[in-house]
């Protein structure tokens, strides 16, 4: 298992390994972030409400049950307004 750490700590995750693959489970705190993707990415919140600004898109809300995709090779962002937890999937 994995521990990552970013923006001096206030995006953290643990990694693993599900039958859908290779995963994290983390926690945003309050703030805006920018993330890159290498993979295919797909994030579901299991906690909280974020906001999300896709490639080419506008900001949405994401709240907790939904999930968004994120194609490889692209950056996109998150708006975080309270603690927010996800799990992520790679392809």
Known sequence: MNHNV??????????LET????????????GTYAF???????????????GVKLPGGDWQQMAEGKQFIVAANQTFEVEAKQDV????YYK
Not at 85 to 88: A, G, L, W
């Open 6 to 15: 970013y923006f001096e700590g206030k995006v953290q995750s643990l990694s």
């Open 19 to 30: 039958a859908a693959g290779k995963a994290t489970v983390g926690v945003i705190t309050p």
């Open 36 to 50: 890159s993707t290498s993979t295919e990415e797909r994030m579901v919140i299991t906690s909280g409400t974020l």
């Open 85 to 88: 937890s996800y799990i992520c």
